[in-house]
């Protein structure tokens, strides 16, 4: 299993766009082959920053989600809202407590 996790940033004004958006794609990405989790997370500190972290089963199917017509929809609405390059990280989980 792979974990993703990316950090977005966003002006202000685009932040409400944003939610709207991940409201209405949350969940097509999470029913994408391979998509086994997906949570979206909003900085305490900095509420223009937000993440995005997904499990997936393999590297492929991350890359199948990323060359897909969804991702390429979201994509195009995000990108235009952002205030700075996102971030992201493909880790392995090493361990998990209940």
């Given at each position: 299993?792979?974990?993703?996790?990316?950090?977005?940033?966003?002006?202000?004004?685009?932040?409400?766009?944003?939610?709207?958006?991940?409201?209405?794609?949350?969940?097509?990405?999470?029913?994408?082959?391979?998509?086994?989790?997906?949570?979206?997370?909003?900085?305490q500190n900095d509420t223009?920053?937000?993440?995005?972290?997904?499990?997936?089963?393999?590297?492929?199917?991350?890359?199948?989600?990323?060359?897909?017509?969804?991702?390429?929809?979201?994509?195009?609405?995000?990108?235009?809202?952002?205030?700075?390059?996102?971030?992201?990280?493909?880790?392995?989980?090493?361990?998990?407590?209940?």
């Amino acid at each position: 299993m792979l974990v993703r996790i990316v950090k977005l940033r966003f002006r202000e004004s685009e932040i409400p766009t944003f939610l709207a958006n991940f409201e209405e794609v949350k969940d097509s990405i999470r029913a994408f082959p391979g998509c086994q989790f997906l949570e979206l997370y909003r900085d305490q500190n900095d509420t223009s920053i937000f993440f995005t972290y997904s499990y997936w089963d393999t590297a492929d199917a991350l890359e199948n989600y990323r060359h897909s017509a969804l991702f390429k929809g979201v994509w195009a609405a995000t990108k235009p809202l952002f205030s700075d390059k996102p971030e992201a990280w493909s880790v392995d989980k090493l361990a998990s407590l209940q």
